[in-house]
Every structure is written in structure tokens, then in C-alpha cells.
């Protein structure tokens, strides 16, 4: 796991919030208009079917209540920018959770019981408040930015095996963007190319030299959706600047070896 060295940026707590709660409530009105037929669709997460994928979304905001009932660890063992670096490690065992979830409740059921539990425990709970998550104690405000990035990566998931337009929250899409594009710069230290993600990311990586002013020798610019599609896996580098979503100039400016981020 890359050392989290890079000065965190900081995310507002109550913006973070209303975030995930909105985000999360734009895909429950799009699993609760579901048929039986859309929801048994494949994805293009391995096994997974539309079900699948509904369950693992509302697991992932369920994680706030079920951790925060749990005793308050000790000590913080988690940074948020060693949270994209983690995540590789537990596949296998969020598949198994996932298919567990999904067979304990109807997605109905499951995410009403989700909005209403979160929607009663985070005003009452502190931004520095530690949870136990899979990885390690996190701080709360943590932990909601990473589920901005669960809500958003799995939307977009959704959007795409489904083929409906579902909209995404500007918070919760600027905190996924900014923590991806963040997590990069952690990959690969350095400041000889510059990764522009507007509105939302401007970030510098790769080791060579350093521009002191002017335009950079090495720019890679994007919209959010397509870099956190590269992010992730979802879309490989050639193909997206093959289709014109990257523009990327310079003998730095291909991130191809370096991504996926998120495992």
C-alpha cells in the first residue's frame, strides 16, 4: 500500500454528508421502479446481476450504522488516501458479503431500512469519530467521502447495465473525483505532469521535471465520469484516448501503467 504522504485536502462534513444521503436516494428511486427482468440484467462486475449490484450499494452505505454501533476503536489505523490502495485486498470477501446481503432482505426493505437508520445516526455523530471499518479504524468523515466513491462508481455501474440516466449528486461526483485524482498523486509522486479533471481536480504526478511556470510540459485533461471510469478499471487508457475522452500531451503524459487506481 503507497504511503499516504500527500497533504490531505480537506472536504466539508456536512457537504460530505448531504452527499451520500442524496446520492444514495437517487439510487433507491431507480432500484424501486426495477422489474424482475431489469434487475436480473448482467453488469459488468463479473457474476453480478442488476440485483446483485442494488444490494452491493445499499451494503455500502449500510456500513455507516453497522460501524458505528460497534465499540469506538482506540486509535486511527487508516488514512482516506490509503482507503483506494486497500481496496484491492478484499474482493473476494465483499463478493461473499455482497451475495449474503442481497439474500437477507428485498432491495425495498433493504433500502428503506439504510436511509432511515443513516438518515437518523449521522447528525448525531461526530466528523472525528473512528469506525471500524474492513481496513482499519477510520475517522468518519473518511469513511462517508469513501462512500462517495462507492455510490458514484456503482451508479455509473448501474447506469450502465441498465441503460437508464440516472443522475449524480455535483458533492458526492466532486468528492469522487477529488479522492481518485488525489490517490494518483500518491501513486506516482512527482510534478512533471499535471492531471486537470475540471471542475473538480487539478492534481500533479510522475517523477521528472518540475515546470515552474507557464503551461506544463505534460497535461492530461478529462471529465469526471471518464476518470473515474479509468480510475477503477471500468475504461482502459488506450481506448479512452483512442475515443477522445483524454486529451494528453507530453512524453509523461500517458497514466496507462499507471491505472487502475482502485482494485
Request: with cysteine; net charge negative; glycine share 6%.
Amino acid at each position: 500500500m503507497p504511503p499516504a504522504k500527500k497533504r490531505l485536502r480537506s472536504y466539508d462534513p456536512v457537504r460530505t454528508r448531504a452527499a451520500v444521503l442524496a446520492q444514495f436516494q437517487q439510487v433507491r428511486e431507480v432500484v424501486g421502479g426495477l422489474g424482475e427482468e431489469q434487475l436480473a440484467l448482467p453488469t459488468r462486475l463479473g457474476e453480478w446481476t442488476v440485483r446483485e449490484l442494488a444490494a452491493h450499494i445499499a451494503m455500502a452505505v449500510a456500513a455507516v450504522p453497522r460501524y458505528l454501533a460497534m465499540p469506538e476503536p482506540a486509535h486511527q489505523e487508516v488514512a482516506l488516501l490509503d482507503w483506494p490502495f486497500a481496496t484491492v485486498t478484499a474482493a473476494g470477501q465483499v463478493d461473499e458479503d455482497t451475495r449474503e446481503f442481497a439474500a437477507s432482505a428485498g432491495l425495498d426493505e433493504m433500502y428503506a431500512r439504510t436511509a432511515e437508520r443513516v438518515g437518523e445516526l449521522l447528525p448525531l455523530v461526530p466528523d472525528d469519530r473512528l469506525v471500524p471499518t474492513r481496513f482499519g479504524a477510520m475517522r468518519l468523515g473518511d469513511f462517508l467521502v469513501t462512500r462517495t466513491v462507492e455510490l458514484i462508481v456503482h451508479t455509473d455501474d448501474l447506469a450502465d447495465a441498465t441503460g437508464l440516466d440516472i443522475p449524480y449528486d455535483r458533492q458526492a461526483l466532486a468528492a469522487c473525483t477529488r479522492l481518485l485524482a488525489d490517490a494518483l498523486a500518491v501513486k506516482a509522486p512527482g510534478a512533471s505532469t499535471e492531471v486537470r479533471i475540471p471542475p473538480f481536480a487539478v492534481v500533479q504526478c510522475v517523477a521528472g521535471p518540475r515546470h515552474t511556470r507557464g503551461t506544463p510540459p505534460n497535461v492530461v485533461e478529462t471529465d469526471p465520469l471518464t476518470w473515474i471510469r479509468l480510475a477503477t478499471g471500468r475504461t482502459g487508457w488506450p481506448e479512452a484516448v483512442e475515443a477522445a475522452k483524454v486529451r494528453a500531451s507530453g512524453e509523461r503524459a500517458d497514466l496507462g501503467a499507471l491505472l487502475p487506481i482502485l482494485g
